[in-house]
């Protein structure tokens, strides 16, 4: 089992529906979660960290479900500028130091 | 400010030829690394830093050297490319802490013929 787990997608979305990503991950000694987006061809940038009682930014909100093991991050009122790949991030303390692992990203497509 | 910055952005390389992956951060941070990213496999951690002088190996650190005399500069050495090594690179950094999200260059797309 992967430590960090996205569905591909694509999610084909219209524009202005709201579309939710989940991403679980297998250990539960993980501590820091992430949101980051990634445009087709360029870099990650981060698009939010994921607190355990919720957190939202604009349009985007991400939650963290420590018992189940997942966080999830919603998009409300899609534009078709969030096209992009959403990667899961997550952080855990390991004996070599911070150890980040990577989702493989979901796929989002706003259409008109 | 100008981030993280790598070079070159693209490189097409000979099986066996060797090639060194520059990047550089102004932002005083302790933290970098330096990842692949393949379709499907997510990004994968080659080498990190922990700061000047100190390196350690990722998760796929086989083929790649790193050094880090600065803390500003952490260049990604290959020593004899092999075309398993044709990916996109990207360098990272970030500040100790928790919490702290890391700040990616520009990537570098790389092929091995």
């Known amino acids: 089992r992967k430590e960090v787990e996205q569905d591909p997608g694509p999610f084909n979305v219209p524009e202005g529906a709201t579309v939710a990503f989940n991403c679980t991950y297998s250990n539960s000694a993980s501590q820091s979660f992430f949101w980051y987006r990634q445009d087709c061809r360029k870099e990650p940038k981060l698009l939010m960290s994921v607190y355990s009682s919720g957190n939202e930014d604009g349009r985007f909100t991400a939650q963290l479900n420590r018992a189940s093991q997942y966080i999830s991050l919603l998009i409300r009122d899609s534009k078709l500028s969030d096209s992009a790949t959403y990667l899961c991030?997550?952080?855990?303390?390991?004996?070599?130091?911070?150890?980040?692992?990577f989702g493989t990203g979901t796929q989002l497509k706003v259409e008109l | 400010n100008a981030g993280v910055t790598q070079t070159p952005k693209f490189q097409v390389l000979k099986t066996g030829q060797s090639m060194t992956l520059q990047c550089a951060q102004d932002m005083n941070h302790e933290y970098m690394s330096w990842y692949r990213q393949d379709p499907g496999m997510g990004l994968r951690l080659i080498h990190y830093s922990v700061g000047a002088g100190i390196t350690d190996q990722g998760e796929v650190p086989n083929g790649y050297n790193v050094s880090r005399s600065t803390t500003e500069d952490f260049p990604l050495r290959l020593l004899s490319a092999a075309p398993s090594q044709t990916s996109v690179y990207f360098c990272?950094?970030?500040?100790?802490?928790?919490?702290?999200?890391?700040?990616f260059g520009d990537g570098t797309r790389l092929s091995i013929l």
């Open positions: 990272a950094s970030r500040p100790t802490g928790e919490g702290q999200p890391q700040h």
């Open positions: 991030v997550v952080k855990r303390i390991t004996g070599g130091g911070n150890k980040l692992t």
